[in-house]
């Protein structure tokens, strides 16, 4: 069994209905869901001007590969509704694979994967939530920290609590 710790995001729709949602497919076709952060409202980075996103981090607990699980999130999107048109724009759902254990891959696709994501570091709606709930977890090319990363991340970008 491996930890795979998956970004959430969306900023279309019924945005806790989607949470929800995914929550309940991850448990059924990935594993256990055995962390959840609490889900934040932050402001879109990059892309054409749009609506504030929520955006939290789940932990699972799957015996899936790195890549098989990534067809499992992109199966999930396309599920709920995700087509891909325009590049970090609006979404009902977007579910990004962060990390899984130590694993440091990059895979050609499709899909294609890189683990640590490669732009894990450098935002901060991934960042928060992140440290929220492994602060100690380490980051494998470096071994710094998500708390030390998030202090030196340059990301200025809003990433508020959101009360549920």
Known sequence: MMLAYIAFGANLGDRLKTWSQVKQKLHATVGDVVA???LYETEPVGGPEQAYYI???LVVETKQTPHALMASLLQIEESLGRI???PWGPR???LD???MDDVVLDLPGPPAL???HPRLVERRFVL???TEIAPNLKYPQSQNTMSDLLDACSDTSAVLSLQT
């Open 97 to 99: 694979l962060l990390l």
């Open 114 to 116: 890189q683990l640590p």
């Open 92 to 94: 009902v759902v977007d």
């Open 128 to 130: 928060v939530p992140l």
């Open 55 to 57: 955006n939290a981090v």
């Open 84 to 86: 891909r048109t325009i």
């Open 36 to 38: 959840t952060s609490s």
